[in-house]
C-alpha cells in the first residue's frame, strides 16, 4: 500500500499514468468498448464503474491545459450533442479535478476508436451504461509540483 495514492489504482495502471508524456492521452472506456481490438496498452478495472475509474486516475494524472479538451467523450450515434448521464457525472469529476469549469469535447464513435487506438494505454472497466468513454490527455506539471493551468 502507499501513502495517498487510490488503492484501485494498481501496479500495472501506475506504471502505465507515470510512463506518459505531456499530450500523451489514455482511455477510459466501458465494458462495452472493444477494447481488446483497440488497444496498444490494454489495462482492465473490471467491476469499477466509470465515475469511480475517474475519480482514481483523475486523482494522480494532471490534464492537458494546451489543448482545447484535453477531456474527449464519445458522441452518442445519431445524437450527438446529447450528454448522457454517465457523461454528466464524468464532467463533474473532471471539473472537481481541474478545481473550474473544464467542457469536454465529442468525438464521433469511429473517430473515437481511431484516436483509441491511439492512445498510450487503454483502460476498460465494468461500466455497463452505454457512452462511458472518455479519452484523457496528461498535462504538465510546474517545477512546484502544481498543474499547469
Known amino acids: 500500500m502507499l501513502i495517498n495514492i487510490d488503492p484501485l489504482l494498481h501496479p500495472d495502471l501506475l506504471h502505465a499514468l507515470r510512463g506518459m508524456g505531456h499530450g500523451d ?5 466501458d465494458a462495452n468498448f472493444p477494447a481488446t481490438a483497440n488497444a496498444r496498452r490494454l489495462l482492465r478495472l473490471d ?6 475509474a475517474g475519480e482514481a486516475i483523475l486523482s494522480v494524472l494532471p490534464l492537458d491545459s494546451f489543448v482545447a479538451h484535453p477531456v474527449l467523450r464519445m458522441e452518442m450515434v445519431d445524437h450527438p450533442e446529447e450528454v448522457p448521464a ?3 457525472e464524468f464532467q463533474s469529476l473532471v471539473n472537481r479535478a481541474a478545481g473550474r469549469e473544464l467542457p469536454m469535447g465529442g468525438l464521433e464513435r469511429h473517430a473515437f476508436y481511431r484516436r483509441a487506438r491511439e492512445a498510450f494505454a487503454v483502460v ?3 461500466e455497463r451504461r452505454g457512452y ?10 510546474r517545477p512546484d509540483g502544481s498543474v499547469w493551468w
Do not use: M
Not at 492521452?25 to 472506456?29: N, T, Y
Not at 467491476?47 to 469511480?52: C, E, Q, S, T
Not at 462511458?132 to 506539471?141: A, I, T
Open 25 to 29: 492521452e489514455i482511455a477510459l472506456v
Open 47 to 52: 467491476g469499477v464503474d466509470i465515475p469511480r
Open 86 to 88: 454517465v457523461q454528466q
Open 124 to 126: 476498460v472497466t465494468g
Open 132 to 141: 462511458g468513454c472518455f479519452l484523457l490527455s496528461k498535462g504538465v506539471l
